[in-house]
């Protein structure tokens, strides 16, 4: 060990080998360290990254129904916004989707009315029948509220007492129709009511059509994957989907309430008793 200190010592080539060596050698216990530093905090950065995504739901125009006034509401769910050149105040913003986040701890995709159990109750604000979705789609509707926890009934039911159908439409020619699960397997649904004057193609996008009060609109359902004609008299397609999200790997979900909800249902049944 002497002489290899002396020689390393004395001989520049020897010791710039030496030095470089040591710090690969350094380098990558380092990296190891850090890999593995990083695997045992794994979970409070998903959970850091999901808040940040609710927050930027929250902010994002989708979440607010704009208005081009220059009247401002004085509400706690109204908020100005500016021209970035002019500095003038052209509109108000009235919040209409609250997104928050929630952690999935129990689910299921093989029963014929599946549902999955989340960490948010009461306490946080849910309520039942408030839309799910998750990182990439819809997910389901919140059914029951305990005060720590909530069950979602998943798209993913196709029995009559549980199932429900989603306001939908195609991404590209906008064409309406609803998507329902018919029970075959949790990668894939069926979209029905489409016209058969659409111009479907295989791969389009299947996206929440905003007409229902649970989802805002433009929210991925699914994507085509083939499409027919129940008989030649038939005036509507029947498309099958695949799904946006994976049921098998949920667990991260948001879900959104819907400010403006009970006003707008409200208004639209006091129409209705006057029409009857």
Not at 43 to 71: G, I, P, W
Not at 122 to 149: A, F, H, L, Q
Request: aromatic residues 12%; positive net charge.
């Amino acid at each position: 060990m002497i002489c290899i200190a002396f020689v390393f010592r004395n001989n520049n080539y020897q010791r710039t080998v030496y030095v470089n060596s040591s710090n690969n050698m350094s380098g990558r216990l380092y990296t190891w360290q850090n890999d593995v530093q990083y695997y045992f905090h794994l979970k409070s950065t998903n959970d850091s990254l999901v808040r940040e995504n609710a927050r930027l739901h929250n902010e994002l125009l989708t979440s607010f129904n704009t208005f081009d006034t220059t009247h401002i509401l004085k509400t706690d769910t109204v908020r100005k916004y500016s021209n970035d050149t002019m500095h003038r105040v052209i509109g108000t913003e009235v919040r209409r989707y609250h997104w928050l986040e929630a952690k999935v701890i129990n689910n299921s995709v093989t029963r014929e009315i599946n549902y999955l159990t989340i960490n948010r109750g009461s306490k946080y604000g849910i309520k039942p029948n408030m839309g799910v979705v998750g990182p990439s789609g819809v997910v389901g509707v919140v059914r029951n509220v305990s005060e720590n926890y909530a069950t979602v009934i998943s798209l993913l039911s196709a029995s009559k007492s549980a199932a429900f159908g989603f306001s939908a439409r195609l991404f590209t020619s906008r064409e309406m129709g609803t998507v329902i699960w018919d029970g075959k397997d949790g990668g894939h649904a069926i979209m029905k009511d489409v016209p058969k004057s659409a111009k479907i193609k295989a791969g389009d996008t299947v996206v929440t059509s905003g007409f229902s009060a649970l989802f805002p609109e433009n929210i991925h359902i699914g994507y085509i994957e083939s499409y027919s004609l129940a008989d030649k008299s038939s005036t509507a397609y029947t498309i099958r989907l695949k799904l946006a999200t994976n049921f098998f790997n949920l667990q991260y979900v948001y879900v959104i309430d819907n400010l403006l909800k009970d006003e707008q249902k409200k208004l639209e049944d006091s129409t209705y008793k006057q029409l009857k």
